[in-house]
C-alpha cells in the first residue's frame, strides 16, 4: 500500500505564499503522474496541477496559472505546490494524489491513492 502524507497547509493574508509538499512511502511503486486537487467548502473537488513522472511535463488550472507550481524530487519521494499570490477563492482543502497507470492528469479516476488533505486559508 501506498501513503501519501501532505504538509504546509495553513492561514495566510491575500497576495501571501504557501507551499505544499507530499511524501510518498510504503511499498515501492512508480507513479505516473503526481497531482494536486481541492475542494472548496460547498463545491466538488477540482483539479489544480499535475506533473508526468517520466517527462516532468507540468498541466495547471487556468485558475491557478501563472500563480501556482508543481514540482517534484524523486529522490525524497516529495511533489511539492509553490502557491504565490494567494487569493480568498484558493481557500480549500488540498489533496494530492499518486496515479499508477497512464491517463488524464487533469481526471480524478485516472488516480490511485490519495492523501488525507490539508487545509488552506487565505483571509482578504
Known amino acids: 500500500q501506498v501513503q501519501l502524507v501532505e504538509s504546509g497547509g495553513g492561514l495566510v493574508q491575500a497576495g501571501g505564499s504557501l507551499r505544499l509538499s507530499c511524501v510518498a512511502s510504503g511499498r515501492t511503486f512508480s507513479s505516473n503522474a503526481m497531482g494536486w486537487f481541492r475542494r472548496a467548502p460547498g463545491k466538488e473537488r477540482e483539479f489544480v496541477a499535475g506533473i508526468r513522472s517520466s517527462s516532468g511535463n507540468t498541466y495547471y488550472a487556468d485558475s491557478v496559472k501563472g500563480r501556482f507550481t508543481i514540482s517534484r524530487d524523486n529522490a525524497k519521494n516529495t511533489v511539492y505546490l509553490q502557491m504565490n499570490s494567494l487569493k480568498p477563492e484558493d481557500t480549500a482543502v488540498y489533496y494530492c494524489?499518486?496515479?499508477?497507470?497512464?491517463?488524464?492528469?487533469?481526471?480524478?479516476?485516472?488516480?490511485?491513492?490519495w492523501g488525507q488533505g490539508t487545509q488552506v486559508t487565505v483571509s482578504s
Open positions: 494524489a499518486a496515479a499508477v497507470w497512464s491517463g488524464s492528469v487533469y481526471s480524478s479516476p485516472s488516480y490511485d491513492y
